[in-house]
């Protein structure tokens, strides 16, 4: 029994600070896309409320603040409906 624990914890090629390979690719592309979602929202306002003639939208800071608000909660509401027809329209192998 004792052979088997070692085999097991001798294969070092396959893992990464003790955890599967595959792992690291995951957090990585995970914190790739906060960080990409996250900067673009903090940048969505500073966009809006720029002069059109710097590149920018002329928005006033309310609407763009409204605006922003909107987006927010649309990116996190869009997820409940989404869900549902996930879990009950699609199903789950379909789903994923």
Do not use: C, K
């Amino acid at each position: 029994m004792s052979s088997v624990a070692g085999s097991v914890g001798s294969n070092t090629r396959s893992e990464f600070f003790g955890h599967p390979r595959g792992l690291s690719t995951l957090f990585f592309t995970e914190m790739w896309e906060r960080f990409s979602y996250y900067g673009m929202r903090a940048l969505l306002v500073l966009f809006m409320v720029d002069q059109i003639e710097d590149g920018g939208l002329g928005f006033t800071d309310q609407t763009a603040t409204a605006i922003y608000g909107l987006y927010t909660a649309a990116v996190y509401l869009i997820a409940l409906p989404g869900g549902w027809v996930a879990d009950r329209l699609m199903g789950a192998q379909r789903a994923v």
